[in-house]
C-alpha cells in the first residue's frame, strides 16, 4: 500500500512500464540513456517502492527499414547487424542497471501476433487501400520508403526522412518531403496501392478520447496533438511494398505481399511483450506508462491510440488500460548536435558506464535529462557535477560518520530537526514518482540535495544526543529506499552499512520507511570510479 494525501492508504495498482524499442542498428547511445531508457526504468523502480505491481518490457524493433539502410551503410547483412546490436545493447541495459523484465527480439511467436493483430482489423474493415506515390528504384525494381527516403520536411524545413519530423515531431508522407537531390527522394515516382489507417476517418474517436482523458500531455507532445487536430489528419500506411518486415496477403494470392509498416507494429509490440512479462492476456493494467522521444509523438498520439481503441471496437482480447500515459522527452544534444546512430554522432553508453559506473551515469544523466527541453551533454562539465554533487559528498559521509558513528544505532525518535529533514526529502522524491509530476531530474536533484544535507551536517553531530545521532542514521537509512531508482548500488550500500538484506533486484518499500534498521551501523563503504584508460 502507498500512502494518500489524507492519510488513507492507496490500493496496489498493475503498472505496466515500457520504452520505445531500440532500432538494432547500432549499441544504445546517451541520448537514449538520458532519455526514454533511464527513464522508464526510474519509473518501474519508482512504482515498485510505492508497493505497485509493476511489468517492465520491451525489445528490439528488427523490422525498422533503417536495420536495412545501416546494414548497407556498413557492408554488412542485416541479421548480422541486429544480433550485434541485440548483444550490445543487452549488455548496456546491463551495465546501466535497467531493471527490465523482458528485453527480447521478435520471433514466430510475436510475429504471428502482430500479423494477426493487424489481419483481424483489416476484416473489419479498419484500413482504406489508396493509392500513394513513393519513389521507384527502375534498375532494383524497388520501391522506396521511411528510412530509404530523405529530404526537408515540408513544415519546418528540417531535415527530415520519411514518416515523422524529428524536428517538429509532425506527420510526412514520403512524396512529400522536399527532395535534397542526392537521395532516393529524387527517384522517379510511381504509384502504388497499399493499406492505410485513414486518421480523419476516426476523427470522432481520436478527439473524444483526448477529451475524456484526465492524463496531462508534456507541452511538446500537446503541441504535436493540436497541431495535428488543427488541420486535416492524415493517413498513414500500414503496408509498404517490400519484403522487409511483417508481411500479410491482404490483396490476394496473385499479389506480391506487402509488409506492415514498422511504426505502427511498435504499439502491437508493446502489447505482446508486456503480456509476455505478465503471462497474462486479459486482465487490464491499470496504468500504462510509455516513455519515447518526442520523434515518436505523433504515432504514441495518433497511430498508437487509434490502433487501441479499434481493437477494443471490435471485441479483440487486447484490454485497454484504465490509464495511459505518455512522457516525452526532448533531444539530448553532443556538442551541439542530436545524438545519431546512423550519422555517427554519438557517445556510446557501453563506453561512458565503464568509465565512470552505473550509480554516477544514471545520476549526472538523470539530473540532466531533456525531459521538458533540448539539453547538452558535456563530458567535462558531467565529470565536475558527479565529483561536486556525488562524489564529494559522499566521502565526507562516509568519512565523518565512519569515525563518529560506528558501532551506533537507530535507537531512538530523530531529533525534530532530522525529523523534519527527512519529512521533506521524502516529500520531494514522492513529487518526483508520482506519476501525474515524474520527472526524473527532479528525483536525481532530490539524491543531491540528501546527500548534500546529509554532508554539511556529519560534522557536527551530537554524538552524546542519542536523538541526534539515530536522525542522522536514519536519514541515511532512508536513502536505501528513496534513492534506489536513480542510484540502486548506494542503496545496497547503505544496506551493507547497517547489515541489512541487499536490495539488488529488490526495491525496498515506501511502506517500511520510518521502520528503523535493525543492525549497528558499520560504516559507508562507497566504491571509487573506475579506473579511465
Request: aromatic share 10%; glycine share 6%; proline share 7%.
Given at each position: 500500500m502507498t500512502g494518500r494525501a489524507d492519510g488513507a492508504p492507496s490500493p496496489r495498482r498493475r503498472v505496466n512500464v515500457t520504452f520505445s524499442p531500440p532500432t538494432p542498428n547500432g549499441d544504445l547511445h546517451l541520448g537514449h540513456l538520458a532519455g526514454p531508457v533511464l527513464n522508464s526504468d526510474v519509473c518501474a523502480r519508482s512504482q515498485k517502492i510505492l508497493g505497485h505491481d509493476v511489468a517492465f518490457a520491451t525489445s528490439t524493433d528488427d523490422n525498422q527499414t533503417y536495420v536495412v539502410t545501416t546494414?548497407?551503410?556498413?557492408?554488412?547483412?542485416?541479421?548480422?547487424?541486429?544480433?550485434?546490436?541485440?548483444?550490445?545493447?543487452t549488455r548496456s541495459l546491463d551495465l546501466a542497471g535497467v531493471d527490465v523484465d523482458l528485453f527480447e527480439r521478435p520471433d514466430a511467436d510475436y510475429t504471428g501476433f502482430v500479423r494477426d493483430f493487424f489481419t483481424r482489423l483489416w476484416e473489419h474493415g479498419a484500413f482504406d487501400l489508396r493509392e500513394i506515390e513513393l519513389p521507384y528504384d527502375e534498375t532494383t525494381g524497388e520501391?522506396?520508403?521511411?528510412?530509404?527516403?530523405?529530404?526537408?520536411?515540408?513544415?519546418c524545413l528540417a531535415h527530415a526522412r520519411a514518416g515523422v519530423c524529428e524536428a517538429c515531431g509532425l506527420y510526412n508522407l514520403p512524396a512529400a518531403l522536399l527532395p535534397v537531390g542526392d537521395t532516393a527522394s529524387a527517384l522517379p515516382g510511381?504509384?502504388?496501392?497499399?493499406?492505410?489507417?485513414?486518421?480523419?476517418?476516426?476523427?470522432?474517436?481520436?478527439?473524444?478520447?483526448?477529451?475524456?482523458?484526465?492524463?496531462?500531455l508534456r507541452p511538446d507532445l500537446a503541441k504535436v496533438v493540436s497541431d495535428t487536430l488543427a488541420g486535416r489528419l492524415p493517413y498513414i500506411?500500414?503496408?509498404?511494398?517490400?519484403?522487409?518486415?511483417?508481411?500479410?496477403?491482404?490483396?490476394?494470392?496473385?499479389?506480391?505481399?506487402?509488409?506492415?509498416?514498422?511504426w505502427p507494429e511498435i504499439y502491437v509490440g508493446h502489447v505482446y511483450w508486456l503480456q509476455q512479462a505478465r503471462m497474462d492476456e486479459l486482465t487490464p493494467c491499470d496504468e500504462l506508462v510509455q516513455f519515447i522521444g518526442i520523434d515518436n509523438g505523433f504515432y504514441n498520439a495518433f497511430v498508437y491510440v487509434t490502433l487501441a481503441l479499434l481493437a477494443a471496437r471490435h471485441g479483440m482480447s487486447i484490454p485497454l488500460p484504465r490509464t495511459t500515459r505518455t512522457i516525452t522527452n526532448q533531444y539530448y544534444m553532443l556538442e551541439g548536435r542530436k545524438f545519431s546512430t546512423s550519422k555517427g554522432d554519438v557517445r556510446w553508453a557501453k563506453d561512458y558506464l565503464e568509465t565512470v559506473g552505473r550509480d554516477r551515469a544514471r545520476f549526472v544523466l538523470g539530473l540532466t535529462s531533456p525531459e521538458l527541453q533540448q539539453a547538452e551533454f558535456s563530458e567535462p562539465i558531467a565529470a565536475a557535477t558527479i565529483e561536486a554533487r556525488y562524489d564529494a559528498p559522499l566521502r565526507a559521509i562516509s568519512g565523518a560518520l565512519g569515525k563518529?558513528?560506528?558501532?551506533?544505532?537507530?535507537?531512538?525518535?530523530?531529533?525534530?530537526?532530522?525529523?523534519?529533514?527527512?519529512?521533506?526529502?521524502?516529500?520531494?522524491?514522492?513529487d518526483a514518482f508520482r506519476l501525474e509530476t515524474f520527472s526524473v531530474r527532479r528525483a536525481a536533484e532530490a539524491v543531491a540535495l540528501h546527500l548534500e544535507v546529509l554532508a554539511l551536517r556529519c560534522d557536527t553531530i551530537r554524538t552524546d544526543d542519542e536523538s541526534d545521532v539515530s536522525g542522522a542514521l536514519q536519514f541515511l537509512w532512508t536513502l536505501r529506499t528513496l534513492g534506489w531508482p536513480v542510484t540502486p548500488d548506494l542503496s545496497d550500500h547503505i544496506a551493507q552499512a547497517f547489515s541489512a538484506g541487499s536490495t539488488a533486484g529488490k526495491a525496498p518499500l515506501l511502506a517500511d520507511l520510518t521502520t528503523p534498521p535493525a543492525g549497528e551501523f558499520r560504516g559507508l563503504t562507497i566504491p571509487p570510479a573506475p579506473a579511465t584508460h
Amino acid at each position: 500500500m502507498t500512502g494518500r494525501a489524507d492519510g488513507a492508504p492507496s490500493p496496489r495498482r498493475r503498472v505496466n512500464v515500457t520504452f520505445s524499442p531500440p532500432t538494432p542498428n547500432g549499441d544504445l547511445h546517451l541520448g537514449h540513456l538520458a532519455g526514454p531508457v533511464l527513464n522508464s526504468d526510474v519509473c518501474a523502480r519508482s512504482q515498485k517502492i510505492l508497493g505497485h505491481d509493476v511489468a517492465f518490457a520491451t525489445s528490439t524493433d528488427d523490422n525498422q527499414t533503417y536495420v536495412v539502410t545501416t546494414a548497407e551503410r556498413l557492408g554488412t547483412l542485416p541479421e548480422t547487424l541486429i544480433q550485434q546490436a541485440l548483444d550490445s545493447v543487452t549488455r548496456s541495459l546491463d551495465l546501466a542497471g535497467v531493471d527490465v523484465d523482458l528485453f527480447e527480439r521478435p520471433d514466430a511467436d510475436y510475429t504471428g501476433f502482430v500479423r494477426d493483430f493487424f489481419t483481424r482489423l483489416w476484416e473489419h474493415g479498419a484500413f482504406d487501400l489508396r493509392e500513394i506515390e513513393l519513389p521507384y528504384d527502375e534498375t532494383t525494381g524497388e520501391y522506396k520508403a521511411e528510412a530509404f527516403v530523405t529530404g526537408r520536411c515540408p513544415t519546418c524545413l528540417a531535415h527530415a526522412r520519411a514518416g515523422v519530423c524529428e524536428a517538429c515531431g509532425l506527420y510526412n508522407l514520403p512524396a512529400a518531403l522536399l527532395p535534397v537531390g542526392d537521395t532516393a527522394s529524387a527517384l522517379p515516382g510511381r504509384t502504388v496501392s497499399v493499406w492505410v489507417l485513414d486518421l480523419e476517418r476516426y476523427r470522432s474517436m481520436i478527439t473524444n478520447w483526448y477529451r475524456t482523458t484526465d492524463v496531462q500531455l508534456r507541452p511538446d507532445l500537446a503541441k504535436v496533438v493540436s497541431d495535428t487536430l488543427a488541420g486535416r489528419l492524415p493517413y498513414i500506411p500500414l503496408t509498404y511494398p517490400s519484403a522487409w518486415g511483417i508481411t500479410v496477403d491482404w490483396d490476394g494470392p496473385d499479389v506480391q505481399p506487402q509488409a506492415i509498416n514498422a511504426w505502427p507494429e511498435i504499439y502491437v509490440g508493446h502489447v505482446y511483450w508486456l503480456q509476455q512479462a505478465r503471462m497474462d492476456e486479459l486482465t487490464p493494467c491499470d496504468e500504462l506508462v510509455q516513455f519515447i522521444g518526442i520523434d515518436n509523438g505523433f504515432y504514441n498520439a495518433f497511430v498508437y491510440v487509434t490502433l487501441a481503441l479499434l481493437a477494443a471496437r471490435h471485441g479483440m482480447s487486447i484490454p485497454l488500460p484504465r490509464t495511459t500515459r505518455t512522457i516525452t522527452n526532448q533531444y539530448y544534444m553532443l556538442e551541439g548536435r542530436k545524438f545519431s546512430t546512423s550519422k555517427g554522432d554519438v557517445r556510446w553508453a557501453k563506453d561512458y558506464l565503464e568509465t565512470v559506473g552505473r550509480d554516477r551515469a544514471r545520476f549526472v544523466l538523470g539530473l540532466t535529462s531533456p525531459e521538458l527541453q533540448q539539453a547538452e551533454f558535456s563530458e567535462p562539465i558531467a565529470a565536475a557535477t558527479i565529483e561536486a554533487r556525488y562524489d564529494a559528498p559522499l566521502r565526507a559521509i562516509s568519512g565523518a560518520l565512519g569515525k563518529t558513528l560506528t558501532g551506533r544505532s537507530v535507537s531512538t525518535a530523530p531529533s525534530p530537526w532530522w525529523h523534519a529533514a527527512i519529512k521533506a526529502s521524502r516529500g520531494r522524491f514522492e513529487d518526483a514518482f508520482r506519476l501525474e509530476t515524474f520527472s526524473v531530474r527532479r528525483a536525481a536533484e532530490a539524491v543531491a540535495l540528501h546527500l548534500e544535507v546529509l554532508a554539511l551536517r556529519c560534522d557536527t553531530i551530537r554524538t552524546d544526543d542519542e536523538s541526534d545521532v539515530s536522525g542522522a542514521l536514519q536519514f541515511l537509512w532512508t536513502l536505501r529506499t528513496l534513492g534506489w531508482p536513480v542510484t540502486p548500488d548506494l542503496s545496497d550500500h547503505i544496506a551493507q552499512a547497517f547489515s541489512a538484506g541487499s536490495t539488488a533486484g529488490k526495491a525496498p518499500l515506501l511502506a517500511d520507511l520510518t521502520t528503523p534498521p535493525a543492525g549497528e551501523f558499520r560504516g559507508l563503504t562507497i566504491p571509487p570510479a573506475p579506473a579511465t584508460h
